[in-house]
């Protein structure tokens, strides 16, 4: 059974800085796609980076040059660096995962697996 587990949100100051991680079960990371969505209130979950298990990534517009996503299939996590961070991106960030050997892909009903959140707050 797949698990995703986040960890890394929190109270941030603009222009701050924090890095997600995302651990999923074991056995279940190889030749996955894995996704960060995020979601603030009142607004629909948006696709923020996607990144393959050979490592290419593919991201919103609006976060490149700001977040980085990154992968170690050894450990089985993927990651979510966070920089120049501005009170636009409070919102909860949820790793996803995708069904075995998928491309990639944007849109929420293409991930299979969801982990449980992780609020990030940026304050003004």
């Known amino acids: 059974q797949v698990q995703l587990v986040e960890s890394g949100g929190g109270l941030v100051q603009a222009g701050g800085s924090l890095r997600l991680s995302c651990a999923a079960s074991?056995?279940?990371?190889?030749?996955?796609?894995m996704g960060w969505f995020r979601q603030a209130p009142g607004k629909e979950r948006e696709f923020v980076a996607g990144?393959?298990?050979?490592?290419?990534?593919y991201y919103l517009n609006s976060m490149k040059g700001r977040f980085t996503i990154s992968r170690d299939n050894a450990k089985g996590t993927v990651y979510l660096q966070m920089n120049s961070l501005i009170p636009e991106d409070t919102a909860v960030y949820y790793c996803?995962?995708?069904?075995?050997?998928?491309?990639?892909?944007?849109?929420?009903?293409?991930?299979?697996?969801w982990g449980q959140g992780t609020q990030v707050t940026v304050s003004s």
């Open positions: 990144i393959s298990r050979s490592g290419s990534t």
């Open positions: 074991e056995g279940t990371f190889d030749g996955r796609y």
């Open positions: 996803a995962m995708r069904a075995a050997y998928s491309s990639s892909s944007s849109y929420v009903g293409a991930y299979d697996y």
